[in-house]
């Protein structure tokens, strides 16, 4: 199999307070985890690469001091939204690349800053 | 730069065969991705495709030709749980392989 698993699924935070967001590989390793973004009737955008004992890569316009990222293990990848806005409410996806090709998604958690 | 384009929205009918097109100009590319996502859901992998020609899993099947830049999704014997976003994806090489998506197709399958 290929299971991803987020936590938590859905959140309300304040404004200006910090939200950690967990990705998980359930049954297999991934050294490479994935961060989406997905507005309403969007698409995905990638917002960054976690990799397994380095640092993340970004992709532009994607503020790496703001969205926190650590790969702690094979199977664990970690997403802080520091000093959230309404602006960042939004649906947050991970991913973990199976193999050398294939990624399988978390079922997302759907963030509402208040 | 990336350009990866899907028609936005299709309707079709239950029983009948659907094919979402895919176009795309990237610079790298290793395979090419079809997935599935359901409103408020993740996506979930239907097919890759890194060599030419089609592949056929079940009702449905995908097609690649690297040489024109162009992938589709066959969807056979249309069920209404079929209707969903269709998002298509390219592997962008490298050493990460990360995944650059098409704006998706949402398709309706109507009685």
């Known amino acids: 199999g290929a299971v991803v698993s987020q936590h938590p699924s859905r959140v309300i935070c304040k404004s200006g307070t910090s939200v950690k967001i967990e990705c998980r590989s359930l049954d297999f390793q991934a050294t490479t985890m994935f961060w989406y973004r997905q507005f309403p009737k969007q698409s995905l955008m990638l917002m960054a690469t976690?990799?397994?004992?380095?640092?993340?890569?970004?992709e532009q316009g994607v503020e790496k001091d703001k969205f926190l990222i650590n790969h702690a293990s094979l199977t664990l990848s970690t997403l802080t939204v520091t000093s959230a806005h309404p602006e960042d409410s939004s649906f947050y996806i991970c991913s973990a690349r199976k193999g050398a090709e294939t990624q399988y998604f978390g079922p997302g958690t759907r963030l509402l800053v208040l | 730069g990336q350009n990866i384009d899907q028609p936005t929205e299709m309707t079709a009918t239950e029983g009948a065969i659907v094919q979402i097109n895919c176009t795309y100009q990237t610079s790298g590319f290793n395979g090419l991705f079809w997935y599935q996502q359901h409103a408020g859901e993740a996506p979930t992998f239907l097919s890759y495709n890194v060599l030419d020609g089609l592949e056929e899993k079940g009702r449905f099947s995908s097609f690649l030709s690297r040489s024109k830049g162009y992938s589709y999704l066959l969807l056979k014997e249309l069920q209404m749980k079929d209707s969903a976003s269709y998002l298509c994806?390219?592997?962008?090489?490298?050493?990460?392989?990360?995944?650059?998506f098409g704006t998706g197709t949402l398709l309706a399958v109507q009685p």
């Open positions: 994806a390219v592997g962008h090489g490298g050493a990460t392989n990360k995944l650059i």
């Open positions: 976690s990799n397994e004992g380095s640092k993340a890569t970004y």
